[in-house]
Nanobody
Framework: QVQLVESGGGLVQAGGSLRLSCAAS????????MGWFRQNPGKERAFVTR????????SYAESVKGRFTISRDNDKNTVYLQMNNLKPEDTAVYYC???????????????WGQGTQVTVSA
């Protein structure tokens, strides 16, 4: 059982930056592909970005490409999401998740954090 804890959310003005962190409880963290998703009330959870076990491969949703960067530190059991040039439409609860599969679909992820709120004001 992998426990994930996100941090770093908050309120920021449009054009600003935030860095989210997701700390994992297990040393087996490096066995998992990691993803970030976001969700607004009444909407489905949406893929944002993912990174493979060794951090070499990444992919991004078109809406965040060029603005967001995912990275991981397997020594610290932590994955990061650097968000730059934030827009009001980036407002959502952001979740990190762990998967043994290389996928963008939420149901393919085995473990989830509790989420952290990101609010971008215009």
């Amino acid at each position: 059982q992998v426990q994930l804890v996100e941090s770093g959310g908050g309120l920021v003005q449009a054009g600003g930056s935030l860095r989210l962190s997701c700390a994992a409880s297990e040393r087996t963290f490096s066995y998992y592909n990691m993803g970030w998703f976001r969700q607004n009330p009444g909407k489905e959870r949406a893929f944002v970005t993912r990174i493979n076990q060794n951090g070499i491969s990444t992919s991004y949703a078109e809406s965040v490409k060029g603005r967001f960067t995912i990275s991981r530190d397997n020594d610290k059991n932590t994955v990061y999401l650097q968000m730059n040039n934030l827009k009001p439409e980036d407002t959502a609860v952001y979740y990190c998740a762990a998967s043994t599969a290389w996928d963008t679909l939420p149901y393919r992820y085995n473990y989830w954090g509790q989420g952290t709120q990101v609010t971008v004001s215009a």
